[in-house]
């Protein structure tokens, strides 16, 4: 009772939601609720992009719109500092998106409905997820796509919104090269020289992506852009 009390004067969850839910999916609802607030102060926007803490991730998911029936099925992340991925264990959980999952998503990403059925539910995973996460600033290649399913998620078990930091690579690459024909993940990795190891497989995806922008931030360094502001600043001009 102390524990779940504790929860309650935390702000995270009310005594009425704990006991309809229960105890171990309201604990969860607590700590994603916890990582949302007073999150963007944990990334000061003057922290230099060299010594930067973050998250490279990506998302599976059964097709392109959250909000009519669509759903994650997978998210895989890595850590990175800097221009380095860190030694820690990378992340990746399959999440059981309750429904079928079309013939041509699991064609394009190996994932089965066999699969997802045994996999965790969506309040497990993001519960995990946003534990790896901790209050690190997120990058991901196209993450509108990302940031919609993440909100829609956060939304429908917790009831709150991103705020979490957010680099997109796909707005790096349109600012370092506007002129470029195509800004698909694909393109870019063969552009700069990353091996393309797993496509549309979350950790995989991530990894690659980690590795793209290693390969921005000295072309970054070069622009006098050293801090995450500098970089905000820049992307919103471009």
Excluded: C
């Excluded at 539910?121 to 993440?150: N, P």
């Amino acid at each position: 009772m102390g524990r779940m009390w504790h929860l309650y004067k935390m702000g995270g969850i009310t005594p009425a939601i704990a006991s309809m839910l229960g105890s171990s999916n309201a604990q969860q609802m607590a700590f994603i609720r916890s990582m949302s607030r007073d999150q963007r102060k944990e990334s000061a926007l003057d922290t230099p992009l060299m010594e930067m803490d973050a998250v490279v991730f990506d998302l599976e998911t059964t097709g392109f719109n959250p909000y009519n029936g669509d759903e994650i099925m997978s998210i895989g992340g890595v850590l990175i500092k800097g221009g380095e991925l860190q030694e820690a264990e990378p992340f990746y959980t399959l999440v059981n998106p309750r429904r079928k999952i079309p013939k041509h998503i699991t064609e394009l990403t190996g994932i089965t409905n066999e699969m997802a059925e045994e996999a965790p539910d969506l309040m497990q995973g993001l519960h995990d997820f946003m534990d790896f996460v901790g209050r690190r600033v997120l990058i991901a290649h196209g993450s509108g796509h990302d940031k919609q399913f993440l909100n829609a998620a956060l939304w429908k078990t917790s009831k709150i919104n991103l705020t979490h930091r957010v680099l997109d690579t796909m707005m790096v690459a349109k600012w370092l090269e506007p002129k470029r024909k195509s800004y698909g993940l694909d393109e870019l990795l063969e552009t700069y020289g990353v091996d393309v190891t797993v496509r549309h497989h979350a950790l995989h995806d991530s990894v690659m992506t980690a590795k793209l922008w290693f390969q921005f931030l000295p072309i970054i360094q070069t622009k006098q852009v050293q801090t995450i502001g500098d970089l905000y600043a820049y992307l919103s001009r471009h």
